[in-house]
């Protein structure tokens, strides 16, 4: 679920903005920031809210993980992070590899978590 005090502003951008007057998207303002040793985590969430009955739904969210991946004390602290200030469902699961995913089924909805590597950018 989302943090109580999680501050956050409309999203024009979501994909039912013009679709839909009873949705209305949202991104978080807090910057899921998380310093590390020699690096940081820094995320962003973006969820959708049915406001005729008072739900949310489809919540997403990304980190850029700016640290040394071949260190593995600092991926093991990454991943205790997650899984202990994020994710704590993911105890023990969580694995930072490319192309890793894991589903829950919590029977009224699915979480899905998934790694990804980050593309490749254009030189200019």
């Given at each position: 679920g989302l943090y109580k005090t999680?501050?956050?502003r409309r999203d024009v951008n979501h994909k039912y903005w013009n679709k839909?007057?009873?949705v209305i998207g949202y991104l978080t303002t807090d910057g899921l920031y998380t310093e590390l040793p020699n690096g940081s985590l820094n995320g962003i969430a973006f969820f959708s809210a049915d406001t005729q009955n008072k739900q949310i739904f489809n919540i997403s969210a990304s980190w850029l993980i700016d640290a040394d991946m071949t260190d593995?004390?600092?991926c093991q602290e990454i991943k205790q992070k997650f899984s202990d200030t994020?994710?704590?469902a993911l105890t023990d699961k969580f694995e930072l590899r490319e192309d890793w995913n894991y589903t829950i089924d919590k029977g009224e909805y699915?979480?899905?978590f998934e790694v990804e590597s980050p593309q490749e950018r254009d030189s200019p």
């Amino acid at each position: 679920g989302l943090y109580k005090t999680l501050s956050f502003r409309r999203d024009v951008n979501h994909k039912y903005w013009n679709k839909s007057y009873a949705v209305i998207g949202y991104l978080t303002t807090d910057g899921l920031y998380t310093e590390l040793p020699n690096g940081s985590l820094n995320g962003i969430a973006f969820f959708s809210a049915d406001t005729q009955n008072k739900q949310i739904f489809n919540i997403s969210a990304s980190w850029l993980i700016d640290a040394d991946m071949t260190d593995k004390n600092l991926c093991q602290e990454i991943k205790q992070k997650f899984s202990d200030t994020f994710f704590p469902a993911l105890t023990d699961k969580f694995e930072l590899r490319e192309d890793w995913n894991y589903t829950i089924d919590k029977g009224e909805y699915i979480e899905y978590f998934e790694v990804e590597s980050p593309q490749e950018r254009d030189s200019p």
